[in-house]
């Protein structure tokens, strides 16, 4: 590994883009395997590089970067928060009555993948098991929904149309329809906050008059590695930062051509003594297209590589708790899982 | 600039120097035509005319009975007619029917056949119209189906759905389709070499009345006519004297008086003189003595000469038509078959059988035609039968053909043909199997892609490769993809986009117009007109019409005339140079295909044309009225000159092409980019594309199959084709849009498997639902017992339904949206025991005794109850179906496909976090191993996914038609545009390290089908089971939950590997181990350790041995064989 001392720095620190494939991919700076360098992990050094700047947050997305982590960290974050942090999803449906055209199991499918506001911190895990199967939830553990609506012929319809919306009514089922019906005291603990569905316009089924759907479902606690449902993530995940270096000078029509080549904002153009020359502006916005290397006179003269452990984050919730804290609830479930893996350590018996 | 020169002189500089204006979208008279004819529209037409006018002609055929017995008694019709399709609800009480209430109720789909009659009552003239003489089923979406002329909205309250293209029958609740078959076209010459290399013609004439065969052979140099009715080959210039032309002369002169015509004539000529025949009467003589005697009872007896006779006129050659015995017309026929092989035999000019143009296609209104006529010919034999034997009979009242008319010979007559698919009609020697087939429901498109489906009548078996192959003249006619693999590869064949298939037309129009355009007619000349140099012969539907000196004007004009609409735009003309002939075709079952015209290198349809088209001022009929676009047979197309593409138009250029992508057919017309795929690729996904789930028919949830397969939510493909959207695939879709990465994963992905995303999965990706039905009908008996329905069982105790009738409602029927287990009861029948009437004088029990018949669920898996139907079926019994339904969501093992025959079982699922990802997050629905790739050589499915991704980011669909499309290079701009991979490769980084791929993977969407094929349906375990009662081996195959074999082959491992007691396990122990006693003595199986044979007990000694093997000792002793067992002890 230690070939070439020169270019150490790039494998330890670069992933580079070639034009046909990713070189340096593995992180590679375990404690030894480079003569010279220190890897041995310490906290100092560890948060002296660590940092997480929030670039981006709103309620339903937010964009951090996370610098100065190794990537399997990183991945267990966005693991994590896809599969491990919990949230409330439908998970029992009681089909009383369902005349609709919908089949009572996809119509069940269909609820369940309904994002549903409810802190999921705030409620228990149903215990899984036979003998519990049968039981009936209870105000720790289970949120009660109901949907009944029945469609009708709009009275006051003009005679000659034919418009569904205008000849029926309730002839669209939308997750505004839902109603919560607290059990035990959850109406008195839950006063302040509304439980139902994160949307109030998801579509569940359509119905004609004389159709009707009269459903009592259950939601429970639940983690996404279960079901796709209770995943609290549109989807998270992360890109390393993108790094763009030009080797040479590049002028006039190439470097048009250049600029060309990559995301807007990338490479912006500047007058040098008349002539115009590319300058790396902004390399996060590139989306890592390596249109520039289909130009044979420029794939020379750049240098495309991402930083190793610069890792942009994205997370894009579903609406039941806002990103920041979902990545908070990520880190928590992390540690809870650090922690167990330290307890049984220490109660093994070495022997 | 010379060649240039020569082909253009003729137009003027302006002319040259004039922009080309191409015709931007000469596609779009595609919908126009599939909205007249093509596709199912050939069936419909031919169904068509069998019930308006062909019924009509066989009735004049058959009008008139009469009676042997009574020369003033006579029936005679006067009229026949099909009426619309009705279902009788109690006596002489009928109301309209639809076709969807045939199909739930397991009734026919048939309308009445009545028939306006005169006859004679004593004497007494009566005319009775309107009588009933039986049912026809009725083609959907014929004119007298309920559903023609209705729209979209008119028949989906008919519970039908308007997609649906008609064009089959329903038949006891089942759909049938009548498949077109293809035959070798009747009543032309075929001149062809046998296997010795012989040159010999055959004629299979077929007429109204007769079929037969007559073949032309050569043997040592002399002609011979071959027939079935004469004993041996008959010389043919007897034949010829046998017609009337006596003098030699006159033979040779019809033949040909070139000079090796006649060298080779000579043999025959001289063979006759031989024999001593000069005269008609002697040749007569000669010819009744080697007829075969065929058995004529009634009808005065003939001499031989007459029998000779009639046999010339009417058996050999029957389709040329012999007036009052003017054999002229025969004769020059036969002469012409002669010169044919004559000439055949210097040059090597035989015919090709498997050339389109020589083939016909028989189609639903033929084939029914044939039927009807049978039957309507044995319901008149049986009507005369009966007034034979009533008549001399002296009776009180007078004797009255009406009441004997018996409706259901004719109905069950067509019934029964339609459903078991038999065609056996003795007139014609026809004994057809599987002409009928049920409608596949799998999906849309193999519902359509059955209506397209041509078989042909060779013999499956066969190993020729002749039929088989791919025919140059199938260009445009056939699709070259939609073939099965196998046994039936080549001889089903599919029609393409655009081919139509004629129906019999008029011919005395055109034998007129024939004529009047120069024809001269072939009676009135001497016979040696017909080999003159100078001469053409002038064919009509393979009856020589006469000769014609200038035959380039002919067919000029007669196109001409065809084109300002003066003849059918169906009838065709070609020459043939090679045969000096111009054939005119009327017939019905000719291919045929729309082409735009082209006059002086200019195609007539112009841009104006295609956007009054668009605007709906134009039709298609008027492009074919104003001779813009003209129908060209498969004859007619080798005489044209027909450019691709527009830019390929040269001066000679005569027609042009009006979509090339048009000579794929239905199930070929889905697969994009099917251009860039190895050929057989598209033949796989062609039998692939039968078999994706997906959605039906707008109807699909009314209906009640037996088997039904639909996706929970199927999609549009991103990458369309022009054919997806002109047969409506995008409405009824059979697959979803799966992002694929192509790469490895983890090694459950060999061998074409496929990994799937879990969180796919959970939202939906392949779900399908499995319908099923159960059906059950209660019966009246003869006794007067009936069946009964019982309510559900309660248990004693807690006055619960016992377990078996948890489902069952108070009526003893299951309930809906219940969920029901294997063996519980669906309809709590019960029956009588005594079914029959009990004989007289027994007496008879009070109250019948009844027995129970449920009707039980049987599945490994649990399915739901989705709808009760309740009715009668048209014999009055109460019917009971019940629909049952089950949800499916992907497992391993389940079948997938793309749209480019690259099939693959799901071999592993990954939760989402363990997936791949690239820097927008997104992860792929499936991974597919690039290993694919390589040896399938399917490119389109790579364009397809860049074209798919494009589209995606776009917002809009792409198109991959065939021989079109959007191109690679536009589409991987638009990929750069939004800041993605020119070559479709994206960075991704492992789910599971976190760390990124070291290669690029391709990355986007690509249309995937889920196929009917799934694991559950399949996976078959068993430990202990059944055992069949004879052998008391293991019962075999999973439907009787039976073992697994341990075959012949595993056999000679063991016992290669010397695994002796491993081999005794599983071949006896495991199997039908048995304990016998045997005598020691006698070596006899005795019984419980006494031995019958020695009557002692004392040598008798008990082993074990395989049932079947006790089971051969016996019946070996039933048939006198003794096999004795000798004993001795392993440790002496």
Not at chain 2, 77 to 86: E, Q, S
Not at chain 2, 317 to 334: D, G, M, Q, S, W
Not at chain 2, 904 to 914: A, F, R, T
């Amino acid at each position: 590994m230690a070939a070439t001392m020169s270019n150490v720095e790039e494998i330890r620190n670069r992933v580079i883009l070639g034009e046909f494939d990713v070189k340096n991919v593995h992180s590679s700076d375990f404690p030894g395997n480079y003569p010279g360098y220190d890897d041995t992990w310490n906290m100092q050094k560890f948060q002296k590089n660590f940092r997480i700047d929030v670039v981006h947050l709103d309620e339903n997305s937010m964009e951090f970067d996370m610098v100065g982590i190794d990537p399997a960290i990183a991945n267990a974050f966005r693991r994590i928060l896809l599969a491990e942090v919990p949230t409330m999803a439908i998970e029992k449906v009681f089909v009383y009555n369902n005349t609709s055209i919908v089949q009572d199991e996809v119509l069940a499918q269909r609820l369940g993948l309904v994002p549903i506001k409810a802190d999921p911190r705030l409620f228990e895990y149903r215990n899984a098991g036979e003998e519990s199967a049968e039981e009936e939830g209870s105000e720790i553990d289970t949120i009660q929904l109901q949907l009944k609506i029945k469609c009708s012929r709009n009275p006051r319809a003009s005679k000659d149309s034919s418009d569904p919306r205008e000849l029926y009514l309730n002839h669209m089922v939308y997750s505004r329809d839902i109603t919560w019906v607290p059990i035990g005291n959850q109406a008195d603990v839950f006063a302040d906050s509304v439980i139902g569905p994160v949307h109030d316009d998801i579509l569940i089924a359509q119905l004609r008059p004389g159709q009707e759907l009269d459903i009592i479902m259950n939601c429970v606690k639940g983690v996404g590695k279960d079901h796709a449902k209770f995943s609290p993530v549109a989807t998270a995940s992360y890109r390393l930062l993108p790094e763009i270096t030009l080797l040479e000078l590049v002028e006039g029509e190439k470097a048009e051509r250049l600029k060309r080549c990559f995301s807007r904002g990338v490479i912006d153009i500047e007058d040098v003594n008349g002539k115009k020359v590319a300058k790396v502006v902004n390399s996060r916005l590139d989306t890592c297209s390596r249109e520039v290397l289909r130009h044979d006179d420029l794939k020379d003269v750049v240098k495309l590589g991402r930083l190793r452990d610069h890792f942009i984050f994205t997370v894009e919730s579903t609406g039941i708790l806002p990103p920041d804290v979902l990545v908070t609830e990520a880190i928590q479930v992390l540690m809870v899982k650090c922690q167990r893996f330290l307890n049984e350590l220490d109660s093994t018996n070495m022997e | 600039m010379e060649v240039l020169g020569g082909e253009f002189c003729d137009m003027t500089p302006q002319e040259l120097a004039a922009p080309v204006n191409t015709i931007t979208e000469k596609w779009k008279l595609l919908p126009a035509f599939l909205k007249v004819k093509g596709l199912v529209k050939q069936h419909i037409d031919s169904f068509n005319y069998f019930i308006n006018v062909e019924i009509k002609k066989i009735m004049k055929a058959n009008e008139k009975i009469t009676s042997d017995a009574d020369p003033m008694w006579y029936l005679k019709y006067l009229n026949i007619y099909v009426g619309m399709p009705d279902v009788e609800e109690s006596f002489n009480v009928t109301r309209p029917v639809s076709p969807h209430e045939c199909r739930l109720r397991d009734m026919t789909y048939s309308a009445p056949i009545t028939v306006d009659i005169e006859y004679t009552r004593g004497s007494q003239r009566i005319i009775r119209n309107a009588l009933p003489i039986g049912r026809m089923p009725i083609m959907l979406r014929s004119s007298n189906c309920v559903l023609t002329g209705k729209t979209a909205m008119e028949v989906s309250k008919l519970n039908e759905c308007p997609l649906d293209p008609g064009g089959y029958f329903i038949v006891k609740g089942q759909e049938k389709v009548i498949l077109i078959q293809e035959q070798l076209s009747k009543n032309r010459i075929i001149v062809e070499q046998d296997r010795k290399g012989a040159v010999g013609a055959s004629v299979t004439s077929s007429t109204h009345e007769k079929k037969s065969r007559t073949n032309m052979i050569v043997k040592q140099g002399r002609f011979y006519l071959r027939h079935n009715t004469l004993s041996e080959d008959a010389p043919i210039a007897i034949i010829f004297k046998g017609m009337g032309v006596e003098s030699d002369q006159e033979i040779v002169q019809m033949i040909g008086t070139e000079e090796h015509v006649m060298a080779s004539f000579a043999p025959s000529l001289e063979e006759c003189q031989k024999a001593q025949i000069f005269t008609q009467t002697q040749a007569l003589r000669y010819l009744g003595n080697k007829v075969r005697r065929q058995r004529m009872w009634g009808g005065p007896k003939k001499t031989k000469m007459e029998e000779a006779r009639e046999l010339l006129a009417s058996l050999i050659l029957t389709h040329v038509p012999v007036k009052e015995f003017n054999f002229r017309a025969k004769c020059i026929y036969l002469a012409v078959m002669v010169r044919r092989v004559i000439l055949a035999q210097g040059a090597n000019k035989v015919d090709d059988r498997d050339y389109y143009g020589n083939k016909r296609l028989e189609l639903a209104g033929q084939l029914l035609s044939l039927l009807f006529e049978d039957l309507f010919k044995k319901f008149n034999s049986e009507l005369k039968k009966i007034a034979d034997q009533i008549i001399p009979k002296q009776r009180a009242a007078q004797f009255d053909v009406v009441k004997h008319m018996r409706q259901d010979q004719i109905t069950n007559g067509m019934v029964n043909a339609i459903s078991t698919g038999n065609w056996s009609l003795k007139r014609f020697k026809m004994d057809r199997q599987g002409v009928t087939q049920v409608l596949s429901r799998l999906s849309f498109i193999s519902a359509l892609g059955m209506m397209t489906r041509i078989s042909s009548q060779f013999e499956k078996t066969r190993k020729v490769s002749g039929p088989r192959s791919l025919q140059p003249s199938q260009w445009g006619m056939l699709c070259p993809s939609d073939t099965p693999e196998g046994e039936a590869c080549g001889l089903v064949k599919n029609l393409a986009l655009m081919t139509h298939i004629t129906t019999d037309m008029e011919d005395g129009p055109i034998i007129k117009l024939a004529f009047n355009l120069g024809v001269e007619d072939v009676n009135l000349l001497c016979g040696e007109e017909l080999s003159y140099p100078s001469v053409f012969l002038v064919f009509l539907n393979g009856n020589i019409l006469g000769v014609i000196r200038d035959h380039q004007k002919l067919v000029s004009t007669f196109r001409l005339m065809r084109r300002a609409g003066f003849i059918n735009e169906f009838v065709s003309i070609s020459t043939n140079m090679t045969d000096r002939c111009v054939y005119i075709s009327s017939d019905g079952g000719r291919l045929c295909r729309p082409y735009i015209i082209v006059k002086k290198g200019r195609p007539m349809v112009k841009n104006k044309h295609i956007e009054d088209l668009s605007q709906g001022y134009r039709t298609f009929e008027d492009f074919l009225h104003e001779g813009l676009v003209e129908y060209l047979d498969v004859n007619e197309e080798n005489d044209c000159q027909i450019a691709l593409y527009e830019h390929m138009i040269c001066k000679v250029t005569t027609h042009l092409e009006i979509e090339p992508f048009t000579l794929l057919g239905v199930c070929a017309g889905l697969i994009p980019y099917p251009h860039h795929n190895q050929s057989p690729r598209n033949t796989y996904q062609c039998a692939m594309g039968k078999q994706a789930m997906g959605t039906i028919g707008y109807n699909q949830r009314n209906r009640i199959d037996t088997l039904m397969y639909l996706l929970a939510y199927p999609q549009k493909p991103m990458v369309k084709t022009k054919t997806i959207e002109l047969i409506d695939f995008e409405k009824l879709p059979a697959g979803q849009n799966a992002t694929v990465a192509v790469m490895s994963y983890s090694g459950y992905d060999i061998e074409d498997a496929l990994i799937l995303n879990k969180a796919s999965l959970d939202r939906g990706f392949g779900r399908c639902l499995v319908y099923k039905n159960a059906k059950c009908t209660l019966r009246r008996y003869t006794n007067q017992t009936f069946d009964k329905v019982m309510g559900p069982m309660l248990d004693a105790a807690t006055r619960k339904p016992i377990w078996r009738h948890n489902i069952l409602d108070a009526d003893g029927i299951c309930s809906p949206g219940e969920k029901v287990e294997n063996k519980q009861v669906l309809v709590n029948k019960s029956m009588p025991t005594v079914t029959q009437t009990p004989l007289e004088g027994s007496t008879q029990p009070g109250q019948p005794q009844y027995r129970d018949v449920p009707i039980s669920y049987k599945g490994s898996t649990d399915s739901y109850i989705e709808k009760v139907m309740i009715s009668s079926n048209a014999e009055d019994a109460f019917l009971i179906k019940i629909l049952l339904r089950q949800t499916r969501r992907p497992e391993i093992g389940d079948k997938f496909s793309s749209r480019h025959g690259q099939k693959g079982v799901c071999g592993l699922i990954v939760p989402q976090e363990d997936m791949p990802f690239c820097d927008t997050g997104i992860c792929p629905d499936i991974i597919m191993n690039p290993h694919g790739y390589p040896s399938r050589m399917t490119v389109g499915k790579l364009i397809e996914l860049l074209a798919g991704k494009a589209g995606v980011l776009d917002g809009q669909f792409h198109y991959g038609t065939a021989f079109g499309g959007s191109k690679v290079k536009d589409v991987c701009e638009d990929l750069i545009r939004y800041g993605y991979n020119y070559q479709g490769k994206d960075y991704v980084t492992s789910g599971i390290t976190g760390e990124p791929l070291e290669a690029y993977i391709y990355f986007g969407p690509v249309y995937y089908q889920k196929l009917k094929h799934m694991v559950l349906d399949k996976m078959h375990a068993r430990a202990r089971g059944p055992r069949a009662v004879l052998t008391r081996q293991p019962t075999e195959g999973r439907s009787r939950d039976g073992g697994l074999r341990l075959g012949e082959m595993e056999r000679d491992c063991l016992i290669g590997y010397g695994a002796s007691m491993l081999l005794l396990e599983r071949l006896m122990i495991s199997s039908d181990a048995f304990e016998v006693d045997v005598c020691g003595q006698c070596g006899l199986l005795g019984y419980s350790g006494w031995c019958h044979y020695c009557k002692s007990s004392c040598h008798v000694s008990s082993l074990r041995i395989p049932y079947a093997c006790k089971l051969l000792f016996q019946e070996l002793q039933s048939m006198n064989i003794i096999p004795r067992l000798k004993l001795s002890r392993y440790n002496e």
